[in-house]
């Protein structure tokens, strides 16, 4: 029976843009008439997989998302000694393997999400190929080279799509969605100057540059949901591995925010509620708490969304296990928000 996890955390963000659309604004959207700020999920994803979590606690465990296989492949023989010509054309049969090649170069046309290991047999297979032996053709080379189960630990969670060899894609163990304020928000303008510090007030008293900006802030809802099983087989049936994924899932989804204009507004917020939830049942989000916007504040988020979460549960007859971490009433920590996800997973549990 598959074992789901379920996230549903309230943050709290400060003026600021961590996301910004195409004019360089903050996302938005508009729900149950309410318009509201907004974090993709693609953001979002990114990250987590940047975050410390990750870096440290998943060292060796995380892929690489790349147009440049090959070119980087090419690079590294280059500086072994082999000669141009036959770096380009070792890296290149391999690095088509991911995906189709731009014309006159080693880039890939689009971006490939490649593991560890995968990166380990590149290597291997061209220094075979240096040392005299021919790169396997076609689906021998995809055979040797990809993977459909290893040890990357985002790329089990996140999934990935080789258009060319889609027997070798990856289903995601994990689902990310929209982050998005509780209630009414929209975007502010502000409009800034700089000063050029050589220029004179003889010369000219006027601002050296000018310029727009769009800011917002809210609490922002955002859920997860990771299919626990599946995790475990797209790591090959590593459960330890499993669980580590899990609790550095917890502790980034609690702490990682968006970059974007994080030098001009310092946004470093923390989640100031979570609430995790294991189970078989089938998933279910409590977006519903907010389709209709509550005051902007977080202690009515947290009571619309624990609200939903049991009458959902009454009209399902469902239940599931419940770990709550409340930092203004000072209730859990985010250490045993990561411990109850992970309970379970490992082998031993």
């Not at 800011?215 to 949901?225: E, N, R």
């Amino acid at each position: 029976m598959t074992t789901f996890i379920q996230f549903h955390l309230l943050t709290t963000y400060p003026l600021s843009n961590p996301n910004r659309d195409d004019q360089g604004r903050p996302k938005q959207a508009l729900i149950g008439g309410s318009p509201r700020l907004r974090i993709s999920s693609q953001s979002l994803k990114r990250a987590i997989r940047e975050s410390s979590y990750f870096a440290q606690d998943l060292a060796g465990h995380t892929g690489t998302r790349t147009r440049r296989l090959a070119t980087e492949l090419k690079k590294e023989l280059i500086e072994q000694g082999v000669s141009e010509t036959e770096a380009q054309t070792i890296s290149t049969g391999i690095g088509a393997t991911f995906s189709k090649l731009e014309k006159d170069s080693t880039n890939a046309t689009t971006l490939a999400f490649i593991s560890p290991d995968e990166w380990a047999l590149a290597r291997e297979l061209a220094a075979k190929a240096v040392a005299g032996d021919e790169l396997p053709k076609d689906k021998d080379l995809k055979k040797a080279l990809l993977r459909r189960a290893d040890g990357a630990v985002d790329i089990a969670m996140f999934g990935r799509m080789l258009a060319d060899s889609p027997e070798y894609n990856r289903d995601a163990a994990v689902q990310v969605a929209h982050a998005f304020t509780t209630h009414r928000a929209q975007v502010q303008d502000d409009w800034f100057t700089a000063v050029d510090d050589l220029k004179t007030r003889e010369e000219d008293s006027g601002a050296g540059h000018l310029g727009e900006h769009g800011f917002g802030s809210g609490v922002y809802y955002l859920y997860a949901c990771v299919n626990e099983d599946l995790l475990v087989e797209n790591l090959m049936g590593d459960r330890e591995l499993a669980a580590k994924g899990i609790e550095s899932l917890a502790r980034a989804l609690a702490t990682a925010t968006p970059k974007g204009k994080q030098n001009s507004h310092a946004h470093h917020p923390r989640a100031g509620f979570i609430r995790v939830e294991r189970g078989p049942q089938q998933p279910r989000d409590l977006s519903g708490a907010f389709h209709k916007a509550v005051p902007a504040d977080e202690r009515a988020s947290i009571t619309a969304l624990t609200e939903m979460a049991k009458k959902i549960d009454r009209a399902y007859d469902t239940s599931y296990d419940v770990m709550v971490m409340d930092v203004a009433q000072e209730q859990g920590s985010l250490s045993e928000i990561a411990t109850f996800a992970a309970r379970g997973t490992r082998a031993d549990d």
